[in-house]
C-alpha cells in the first residue's frame, strides 16, 4: 500500500522538482550545453566506472564464494561467511576514505608500467595520473565495495546446491572441478548473474566512494589512468549540490531521475531473472 | 535442472586394445601443494631479491609459479584431470587470498589511523569555534543517533506493516506488484532518496529547508525495503499451526496477529531491524543533502543543519583547515567511530537471534 506511494513519490517529487531544468533554456544549465549535454558525460563515467567494478569483482566473487562454500574448512567457512556479510555493511565512505590514502598512491607505479608498455590500448592510453585518482582506482574501489554483496549472494546459492547432486557427481569420479562445474555451477548461474546486476545496481548508485577517490574533469574517455576522467552521476551530485542554487539544483535533480531510472531497470531485470530461478528451482 | 556428469569410462566393455600401465593412476603427496608452496616462495623470493621488486609482484610470483607448479608436476603423475583440479584449487585459494587483501587492509588502515583521536574529547566536545586542533565530533555522533533513530521510528511502524499486509493478508496482483517494488526500493542509490527528501521538503516547507527530519526520511526511504523484507520472511516462517489454533478458538484475525504471530516472530524481525538500522547508519550521501553540516551541536532536527558522523568524516576530509593533520585525524576517528557502531549493531543483531531464535523449534 504505502510502499507503492513511496515508490511513486520518489519519482514524482523528483521528476517535479527536475521540471525546471528540462524547460529552462540551455545557456542557464552549468557547462552551457543544454541538459543531454550536461548529463551525458555523467551517465557514461557512471557506466564506465560501474561495469569496470563488475568486471573486475564478479568473477572473484564466484571464486571466494566457491572457496568459502567448497574449498575452506567448515570452522573457518562459516567465520569468513559472518566476516563477508560484515564487510558488506561496512559504509562507503570508509571505502572512499581508504582509496584515497591507500589505493591511490599504489596504483601510480602500476599505470605508469601499463601506460608505457601497453599504452596501445585505448584504455591504458596515458599520460598516467600523478595522483592517482584516476579512473581505474575508483573501479577498484568500487569493486572492493560490491565484492562483499556479490560473494554473499552467490555463496547462499551455492550453498543451496542439492547435496545429492555433489554427491553424485563425485560419486561417478569426478574430480572437486569437475563436481562445482557440473553440480554446483549450472544450479547456481542465475545467481550469479542476479548478484552480479545487484553489485552493479549498488555500483551504479554509489556515491561517496567515488566522490573522494576520482578526480573528475569531465568529458568522455576511455583511458582508465590519465587524469582526464568523465564524472559519475552519484559522485557530480553529491560534490556539486552543497554549493548550487536555482536552476542548477534542479538539473543535479535531473541527473539523479537518470540514476534512478537506470538502477531502477538493472534492478528489475536482477528480480526477474532471481525470480524465474525461484520458478525453476521448484520443479527440480 | 539436469544434471550431465561425465559418461563414466565404459567400464562393461572388453578391454581396449591400448595401453595402460595399470588401473590407478600414481598420486602426488599429500605435502604436493605445500611442498610447491614452499618452492615457489622461494623461488619467488631469490628472483625478487635480485630484481629489487616489491611485495605485490612477490606475491603474484608466488602465486603464478605455485599454480604452474603443482598443475605440471600433478600432469606428470597424475594426468589432465587431476592437474586441472589442482591448478584450479589454486587458484580458487589465491583469488580469495587475493579478495583479502584489500579488505584486511581497509580494517587496518582504519583503525590505525584513527586511533591517533579516539579519546574522550573526540566524544565530549563539538567543532563549535574550533580551528586547527582539539574538537571533537560529539554533535556528529548526537545528529547521527538522532536522524538513524527517526528513520528508524519512521521505517518501522510502515515496514512492519506492510510485511503483516503481505503474509496475512495480501494476495494476488496487488501483492505481487508490492514484493516487486519492495525487492525493487532496495537498490534505490541513496543519494536519489536523499535528492527526493530534499525536493519533498523543498515543495512542502519551501526551497532550501534542509534539517535533521529531511535527513531522516531520506534515511527511512532507505530503510522500509530492507524492513520489509526480512519482517516479511520472518513472518513467514511461524508455522501455520499457531495460526489456526487461535482461530480455531474463536481468536478474531487481528488479534491472532498482535497475540500471537508478532510475539513468536519478535526476536527475527527485531534482527533484521538492528541491520537495517546498520545499514542505515552509515549513509553519507542523502545526510550529505538533506540534512547539511554544522560545526555546533543541535540537536531539535526539525531546525537547521545538522552534522552527522559519515558528513563529519567527509567534511573534515573534502576540506581541511589550516593545519591540515588535525582535520585528517579527526575524519580517520570518525570514520573508525562508524564502523564500530555498525559492527556493535551486527553483532547486536546477531545475538538477538542467538539469544531468541530456537523457541519455534523447527
Do not use: C
Amino acid at each position: 500500500m504505502l510502499i507503492l506511494v513511496v515508490l511513486a513519490g520518489v519519482a514524482a517529487f523528483l521528476l517535479v522538482e527536475a521540471w525546471p531544468s528540462f524547460v529552462a533554456p540551455a545557456e542557464e544549465i552549468p557547462g552551457e550545453g543544454g541538459l543531454v549535454l550536461y548529463i551525458w558525460p555523467l551517465v557514461f563515467g557512471t557506466l564506465l566506472s560501474a561495469v569496470l567494478a563488475l568486471v573486475i569483482a564478479a568473477p572473484l566473487a564466484v571464486l571466494i564464494a566457491l572457496f568459502i562454500t567448497h574449498y575452506a574448512p567448515r570452522k573457518l567457512a562459516q567465520l569468513l561467511g559472518y566476516v563477508v556479510d560484515l564487510l558488506a555493511a561496512v559504509p562507503s565512505i570508509i571505502y572512499g576514505l581508504w582509496g584515497f590514502t591507500v589505493l591511490a598512491p599504489a596504483t601510480r607505479g602500476p599505470a605508469e608500467w601499463l601506460s608505457e608498455n601497453l599504452g596501445f590500448i585505448p584504455l591504458f592510453a596515458g599520460p598516467p595520473s600523478t595522483t592517482g585518482r584516476t579512473m581505474l582506482t575508483a573501479g577498484l574501489v568500487l569493486a572492493v565495495m560490491i565484492l562483499p554483496i556479490i560473494t554473499a549472494v552467490i555463496r547462499e546459492a551455492f550453498l543451496q546446491t542439492p547435496k545429492l547432486h555433489e554427491e553424485a557427481s563425485l560419486a561417478l569420479g569426478a574430480t572437486r572441478l569437475e563436481m562445482i562445474r557440473l553440480a554446483v555451477l549450472p544450479f547456481g548461474s542465475s545467481s550469479i548473474i542476479s548478484g552480479s546486476m545487484l553489485g552493479l545496481g549498488r555500483a551504479l548508485g554509489e556515491t561517496m566512494a567515488v566522490a573522494i577517490v576520482l578526480s573528475a574533469s569531465g568529458g568522455v574517455t576511455f583511458n582508465l589512468i590519465s587524469s582526464g576522467n568523465p564524472a559519475t552521476i552519484a559522485a557530480n551530485i553529491a560534490l556539486e549540490f552543497p554549493e548550487s542554487s536555482g536552476v542548477a539544483i534542479d538539473t543535479l535533480i535531473a541527473s539523479g531521475l537518470v540514476l534512478f531510472a537506470i538502477t531502477l531497470v538493472v534492478n528489475m531485470i536482477a528480480r526477474a531473472v532471481i525470480n524465474r530461478r525461484t520458478d525453476f528451482s521448484g520443479a527440480s | 535442472m539436469s544434471t550431465t556428469t561425465s559418461p563414466p569410462p565404459p567400464t562393461e566393455s572388453v578391454e581396449p586394445p591400448r595401453e595402460t600401465k595399470s588401473l590407478v593412476r600414481g598420486t602426488l603427496p599429500r605435502w604436493a601443494p605445500w611442498g610447491v608452496l614452499a618452492a615457489a616462495i622461494v623461488i619467488s623470493a631469490l628472483a625478487v631479491s635480485l630484481f629489487g621488486f616489491g611485495v605485490a609482484p612477490f606475491v603474484l610470483l608466488t602465486a603464478v609459479l605455485h599454480t604452474a607448479g603443482i598443475a605440471a608436476w600433478s600432469r606428470w603423475v597424475e594426468g589432465g584431470r587431476k592437474a586441472a583440479d589442482r591448478s584450479f584449487t589454486a587458484v580458487v585459494t589465491s583469488a580469495f587470498l587475493l579478495a583479502l587483501t584489500p579488505l584486511i587492509s581497509v580494517v587496518v588502515t582504519v583503525i590505525s589511523k584513527g586511533m591517533d583521536r579516539f579519546d574522550a574529547r573526540f566524544f565530549t566536545y563539538s567543532m563549535r569555534g574550533v580551528v586547527g586542533e582539539g574538537g571533537g565530533a560529539y554533535h556528529a555522533i548526537m545528529g547521527t543517533l538522532i536522524t538513524s533513530g527517526l528513520a528508524a521510528l519512521m521505517s518501522v511502524p510502515i515496514g512492519l506493516a506492510t510485511a503483516i499486509y503481505l503474509v496475512e493478508y495480501g494476495q494476488g496482483k496487488l501483492a505481487r506488484a508490492i514484493t516487486f517494488f519492495v525487492d525493487v526500493m532496495t537498490g534505490i542509490p541513496s543519494i536519489v532518496a536523499g535528492l527526493f527528501a530534499y525536493a519533498l521538503f523543498a515543495l512542502v516547507f519551501g526551497p532550501g529547508t534542509v534539517n535533521g527530519f529531511a535527513g531522516a526520511v531520506a534515511l527511512s526511504v532507505l530503510m522500509i525495503p530492507i524492513v520489509v523484507r526480512s519482517s516479511e520472511e520472518m513472518l513467514k516462517i511461524v508455522p501455520d499451526d499457531l495460526r489456526e489454533a487461535a482461530f480455531a478458538l474463536g481468536t478474531p484475525k487481528w488479534k491472532v496477529i498482535l497475540r500471537v504471530v508478532l510475539p513468536t516472530a519478535v526476536a527475527g524481525i527485531s534482527t533484521g531491524v538492528t541491520l537495517a538500522l546498520a545499514r542505515v547508519v552509515g549513509e553519507t550521501a542523502p545526510l550529505l543533502i538533506a540534512t547539511g553540516a554544522t560545526g555546533s551541536t543541535n540537536l531539535n532536527p526539525f531546525s537547521g543543519q545538522m552534522a552527522t558522523l559519515s558528513v563529519f568524516s567527509y567534511y573534515e576530509y573534502a576540506s581541511p583547515g589550516v593545519p591540515f593533520e588535525p582535520s585528517l585525524d579527526r575524519a580517520w576517528t570518525a570514520a573508525l567511530t562508524l564502523m564500530l557502531i555498525v559492527m556493535v549493531l551486527n553483532l547486536a543483531a546477531r545475538s538477538i537471534s542467538l539469544l531468541f531464535a530456537p523457541k519455534a523449534g523447527r
